[in-house]
């Protein structure tokens, strides 16, 4: 799990620099921030079992519109770092919990869930635990002893942890940590146990990245899990970073996840973000659409996938440019809280309709008629200035008529109001260019054309 842009840990609690309220916005609090789809996707994932999180921290709480959005499109925060090691345990035996009651509190105001993250990592430690001297009796009671302290201060207020954090390299080995030199792999069961025992009521996680897809990676997490679930230890899940690039989504995150269900566990995707190469353009945003899809269909299609966190939901406070140089632009949200394509592809793998497109031109025209009925199309032009990705046309048939069939939409009617949603393979409209749909039609005696139409929920001129 990636450092988050605005830590700066600078000793004990009296020195954290807290001065300022945290922002907490209630989650119909929608004034003043980024137009987006009038359902959110907290009520869109709701509706389908599963979770809709993001990562943040204190500072960005505190931006006022970034908290709006927040509150109203998610259900579940995760503290980007407000409480890892070096931010909870300074100093040896010196706790500070400040920063995470913080974020605990604008959830708890929002309606929020926190995903507690993380107990156990081999980054972001502080120095007096990377730079001491000690045996391997000490660190395991370090460890025990860290757990009891953040995990117990936390417990009942944390709906699940992120116990043990990136245990692999690339090649499925055991990655070289001051936890695996002193105990080998046996630190993920003790950290576990120990995380039951403090928290009985958290779901308790393994996390990693670059296991999303089938690979030396996620076969490792595999044997990991399933060894520790053979073994009776408790491990409620494991966590699916994706950190993913545009274009370049792994392929058998489905087939991936359904292995980890098979073994009784939930999978959770926790800290989704898809970079791209700048500058930003429309064909890079319509694929970027298109992966957001593809990674939260896969969750879908799995009934123990429980929940989807993208880390940060928008440009302005993303930790890829400082990480990645020449590369960004990996978030749900523009850096000025708009939705970008990829938020209209999530809100619609939820069943949503996207964000209204602000911006578009529709023409529609009898192409054939006959005594009890007609042929019709729509051409639907966006204007807004940015791509649509996923669309749903509407419109209100004013003399009754009701469509037979139709073609390049998938269409419904109930009572004088039609639907037409793209077919997949026609789901992006570029900037400026155009998808036309055709229907069949009945009508009783009187054919009056449509007097207004929407595209997702937004009025189109024409």
């Known amino acids: 799990m990636p450092w988050v842009r605005g830590l700066v840990v600078v000793g004990l609690a009296a020195g954290l620099g807290l001065a300022g309220p945290v922002v907490v916005a209630g989650a119909g609090d929608r004034a003043g921030v980024g137009v987006a789809q009038d359902v959110p996707l907290r009520d869109l994932a709701a509706e389908r079992g599963v979770r809709i999180g993001s990562a943040a921290t204190v500072e960005e709480l505190r931006d006022g519109e970034y908290a709006a959005v927040s509150a109203r499109e998610f259900d579940m925060l995760t503290p980007g770092n407000d409480m890892k090691w070096d931010a909870t345990e300074p100093a040896r035996g010196v706790f500070s919990f400040e920063r995470g009651d913080a974020v605990v509190e604008?959830?708890?105001?929002?309606?929020?869930?926190?995903?507690?993250?993380?107990?156990?990592?081999?980054?972001?430690?502080?120095?007096?635990?990377?730079?001491?001297?000690?045996?391997?009796?000490?660190?395991?009671?370090?460890?025990?002893?860290?757990?009891?302290?953040?995990?117990?201060?936390?417990?009942?207020?944390?709906?699940?942890?992120?116990?043990?954090?990136?245990?692999?390299n690339e090649d499925g080995s055991l990655r070289d940590t001051l936890w695996t030199r002193a105990f080998g792999v046996d630190y993920v069961a003790t950290a576990l146990r120990a995380a039951r025992e403090a928290d009985p009521g958290a779901k308790l996680y393994v996390n990693d990245y670059n296991v999303e897809g089938l690979n030396a990676k996620s076969d490792a997490l595999y044997e990991l899990a399933r060894d520790l679930v053979a073994a009776g230890v408790p491990l409620d899940g494991v966590g699916l970073q994706g950190h993913l690039i545009v274009g370049a989504v792994p392929g058998g995150i489905r087939e991936n996840i359904e292995r980890f269900a098979a073994l009784g566990l939930d999978v959770a995707i926790t800290e989704l973000d898809i970079r791209m190469g700048l500058p930003v353009t429309a064909e890079k945003l319509a694929t970027q659409a298109e992966d957001y899809r593809a990674?939260?269909?896969?969750?879908?299609?799995?009934?123990?996938?429980?929940?989807?966190?993208?880390?940060?939901?928008?440009?302005?406070?993303?930790?890829?440019?400082?990480?990645?140089?020449?590369?960004?632009?990996?978030?749900?949200?523009?850096?000025?809280?708009?939705?970008?394509?990829?938020?209209?592809?999530?809100?619609?793998?939820?069943?949503?309709?996207?964000?209204?497109?602000?911006?578009?031109?529709?023409?529609?025209?009898?192409?054939?008629?006959?005594?009890?009925?007609?042929?019709?199309?729509?051409?639907?032009?966006?204007?807004?200035?940015?791509?649509?990705?996923?669309?749903?046309?509407?419109?209100?048939?004013?003399?009754?008529?009701?469509?037979?069939?139709?073609?390049?939409?998938?269409?419904?009617?109930?009572?004088?109001?039609?639907?037409?949603?793209?077919?997949?393979?026609?789901?992006?409209?570029?900037?400026?260019?155009?998808?036309?749909?055709?229907?069949?039609?009945?009508?009783?005696?009187?054919?009056?054309?449509?007097?207004?139409?929407?595209?997702?929920?937004a009025g189109c001129d024409g």
């Open 106 to 168: 604008a959830a708890r105001a929002a309606g929020q869930q926190v995903r507690g993250h993380t107990l156990v990592w081999h980054s972001q430690l502080p120095g007096w635990l990377t730079e001491g001297d000690f045996s391997a009796v000490e660190l395991d009671g370090i460890m025990r002893h860290h757990i009891a302290e953040v995990a117990g201060h936390y417990r009942g207020e944390v709906y699940a942890w992120d116990v043990v954090n990136e245990p692999f």
């Open 295 to 457: 990674v939260v269909e896969a969750c879908l299609a799995v009934s123990r996938c429980v929940s989807v966190t993208t880390w940060g939901f928008t440009d302005r406070y993303s930790w890829i440019p400082d990480h990645f140089p020449g590369e960004g632009a990996a978030l749900l949200f523009d850096e000025d809280l708009r939705p970008k394509p990829a938020y209209d592809a999530v809100h619609q793998a939820f069943g949503g309709g996207g964000a209204p497109v602000e911006g578009c031109r529709v023409g529609y025209r009898v192409t054939n008629s006959w005594s009890t009925g007609f042929s019709g199309e729509v051409v639907v032009t966006n204007v807004s200035g940015r791509p649509v990705s996923g669309w749903i046309l509407e419109w209100d048939f004013p003399s009754g008529q009701r469509i037979d069939h139709g073609w390049n939409a998938v269409f419904s009617q109930e009572g004088t109001a039609v639907r037409a949603r793209d077919e997949g393979w026609n789901a992006t409209i570029g900037v400026g260019g155009s998808v036309t749909v055709g229907f069949t039609a009945r009508h009783a005696g009187s054919n009056e054309a449509p007097v207004s139409f929407r595209l997702n929920s």
